[in-house]
């Protein structure tokens, strides 16, 4: 890729942003419909996409000669929080926007979080758009159904884009959620709390259920010895009582409830499966401080205790994927999200492996990737965002190769737009060295 910056810009080569630029001979992948257009021009003013030719001198030009995809997002992420530091907080957004994530969906807030918000919408700190959860409601937050309410209200008021359910809950504190989160028009979604069950979240207006949570309990038969009893974490100690013919049922309901799922199944599967040695020498793991992988190789071992058997935990992944697999083929909407920057899940790296699982899983390389733009758009009711006609917010991906060929190719990033700054190879690459650095890590030659 040649980037062609007229003398007049050259500020964009140091972080400035551009009122215009045209990209030049790109391809557009369209991930509705699976296809790829021919070669061809689109300009950005700014922040939104509009027709090339209404732009007379662009600011800048970027030969392209690749393919072009809206901006991915990772619907399960956890932001540090603010007293974590600032350094840990920014090379963690940039590690999400260098992989192409230009929408994150924060999922265990605090107040610091909102100025956050407003600092990446104003550009003052690059990195991807947050939509951010206030603190979580679970069984220690939440101390009656009257304490509920005061919270939904609180952080209502106070500007959370949606309330962030946790393990712990109790049917009469949930009732209380959803009906003055229904009431504020405000967004609840998370985990299933075991006292409150999938069925009663059905009956809800929950928006997602992150991590399958839930499922398990309703895959074991009611006579089987495991019924009714501690589903660990996601349903983990349910191995050998669940049943995959519950799977087509549970799944049209899933649909007839209209609530959305965020599986973050590449979690699932660093500590379920795999050589641990391999997973810990994986190329990503150079952003990670060595005292957080020396405590994701911990928790990993804790993990692998609860299941009896590598076979177990194959059977246990496989469930889980074709669950998601059936899931998609009933028309529940699929969200990608990796729970990062959790166990062995690093931000924006993450979000890769995710959408290769389901692919492996049985989506088309075009559903996958839907599960990361337009179904973002859709569920949170955005027509000019997950698209890339005129009028839509220039948060794009410019890869190398076509993505609907091969799923990993959305690693072939050539740079990132977000709304309307773009950072090319050589500016992401200079980034994620030195965070490499600060972590103690290698080189970045390929993401």
Same mark, same amino acid.
């Given at each position: 890729?040649?980037?062609?910056?007229?003398?007049?810009?050259?500020?964009?080569?140091?972080?400035?942003?551009a009122?215009?630029?045209?990209?030049?001979?790109?391809?557009?992948?369209d &991930?509705?419909?699976?296809? &790829? /257009?021919?070669?061809?021009?689109?300009?950005?003013?700014?922040?939104?996409?509009?027709?090339?030719d209404?732009?007379?001198?662009?600011?800048?030009?970027?030969?392209?000669? *690749?393919?072009?995809?809206? *901006?991915?997002?990772e619907?399960?992420?956890? &932001?540090?929080?603010?007293?974590a530091?600032?350094?840990?907080?920014?090379?963690?957004?940039?590690?999400?926007?260098?992989?192409?994530?230009?929408?994150?969906? #924060?999922?265990?807030?605090?107040?610091?979080?909102?100025?956050?918000?407003?600092?990446?919408?104003?550009?003052?700190?690059?990195g991807?758009?947050?939509?951010?959860?206030?603190p979580?409601?679970? *069984?220690?937050?939440?101390?009656s159904?009257?304490?509920?309410?005061?919270?939904?209200?609180?952080q209502?008021?106070?500007?959370?884009?949606?309330?962030?359910?946790?393990?712990?809950?109790?049917?009469?504190?949930?009732?209380?959620?959803?009906?003055?989160?229904?009431?504020?028009?405000?967004?609840? /979604?998370?985990?299933?709390?075991?006292?409150?069950?999938?069925?009663?979240v059905?009956? /809800?207006?929950?928006?997602t259920i992150?991590?399958l949570?839930?499922?398990?309990?309703?895959?074991?038969?009611?006579?089987?010895d495991?019924?009714?009893t501690?589903?660990?974490?996601f349903g983990?100690?349910?191995?050998?009582?669940? @049943?995959?013919?519950?799977?087509?049922?549970?799944?049209?309901r899933?649909?007839?409830?209209?609530?959305?799922? @965020?599986?973050?199944? /590449?979690?699932?599967?660093?500590?379920?499966?795999? =050589?641990?040695?391999a997973?810990m020498?994986r190329?990503?793991?150079?952003?990670?401080?060595?005292?957080?992988?020396?405590?994701?190789?911990?928790?990993?071992?804790?993990?692998?205790?609860?299941?009896?058997?590598?076979?177990?935990?194959?059977?246990?992944?496989?469930?889980?994927?074709?669950?998601?697999?059936?899931?998609h083929?009933?028309?529940?909407?699929?969200?990608?999200?990796?729970?990062?920057?959790?166990?062995?899940s690093?931000?924006?790296?993450?979000?890769h492996?995710?959408?290769a699982?389901?692919?492996?899983? *049985?989506?088309t390389?075009a559903?996958?990737?839907?599960?990361?733009?337009?179904?973002?758009?859709?569920?949170?009711?955005?027509?000019?965002?997950?698209?890339?006609?005129?009028?839509?917010?220039?948060?794009?991906?410019?890869?190398?190769?076509?993505?609907?060929? =091969?799923?990993?190719?959305?690693?072939?990033?050539?740079?990132?737009?977000?709304?309307?700054?773009?950072?090319?190879? #050589?500016?992401?690459?200079?980034?994620?060295?030195?965070?490499?650095?600060?972590?103690?890590?290698?080189?970045t030659?390929?993401?």
């Amino acid at each position: 890729m040649r980037i062609l910056i007229a003398a007049l810009t050259l500020t964009l080569a140091l972080g400035a942003q551009a009122g215009s630029l045209v990209f030049e001979n790109v391809r557009l992948v369209d &991930v509705k419909d699976g296809s &790829v /257009s021919e070669p061809m021009r689109v300009g950005v003013v700014d922040g939104f996409i509009v027709d090339a030719d209404s732009i007379e001198q662009p600011d800048a030009t970027v030969e392209a000669d *690749g393919f072009l995809i809206p *901006g991915l997002a990772e619907m399960h992420a956890h &932001v540090p929080q603010m007293r974590a530091g600032e350094q840990v907080v920014h090379d963690t957004l940039m590690l999400w926007l260098a992989h192409g994530i230009t929408t994150v969906r #924060g999922m265990l807030g605090e107040p610091g979080h909102l100025t956050l918000r407003q600092q990446l919408a104003n550009g003052e700190v690059p990195g991807p758009r947050l939509v951010t959860s206030g603190p979580s409601f679970n *069984g220690s937050s939440v101390s009656s159904p009257e304490a509920a309410r005061r919270m939904v209200l609180a952080q209502h008021e106070a500007g959370y884009d949606l309330l962030k359910l946790h393990p712990g809950l109790w049917p009469q504190a949930f009732d209380a959620i959803v009906e003055s989160a229904d009431r504020l028009g405000i967004d609840y /979604s998370g985990h299933v709390s075991v006292a409150v069950g999938l069925e009663r979240v059905f009956e /809800s207006s929950q928006g997602t259920i992150d991590h399958l949570d839930g499922y398990a309990q309703l895959m074991v038969p009611e006579d089987h010895d495991r019924h009714g009893t501690d589903p660990g974490l996601f349903g983990v100690n349910l191995i050998d009582g669940m @049943v995959a013919d519950r799977i087509p049922d549970l799944a049209r309901r899933t649909t007839d409830a209209g609530i959305a799922n @965020v599986p973050t199944q /590449s979690l699932v599967e660093n500590w379920a499966t795999g =050589d641990v040695d391999a997973l810990m020498q994986r190329d990503a793991m150079r952003w990670i401080p060595a005292d957080m992988a020396a405590q994701w190789r911990e928790r990993v071992t804790q993990l692998r205790a609860s299941y009896d058997s590598s076979a177990d935990a194959e059977r246990y992944v496989e469930l889980r994927r074709r669950l998601i697999r059936e899931l998609h083929e009933a028309g529940a909407m699929i969200l990608a999200g990796a729970d990062s920057p959790q166990i062995l899940s690093v931000p924006g790296d993450a979000i890769h492996h995710e959408l290769a699982i389901y692919v492996d899983a *049985g989506l088309t390389p075009a559903e996958a990737l839907a599960t990361a733009t337009s179904n973002v758009a859709d569920y949170l009711g955005e027509k000019n965002r997950g698209c890339l006609e005129p009028g839509c917010v220039a948060d794009l991906v410019l890869l190398e190769s076509n993505p609907l060929e =091969d799923i990993d190719h959305t690693r072939s990033i050539q740079g990132v737009m977000r709304a309307g700054e773009w950072f090319d190879r #050589g500016r992401l690459d200079t980034a994620l060295e030195a965070i490499a650095e600060r972590a103690g890590g290698g080189t970045t030659e390929n993401l």
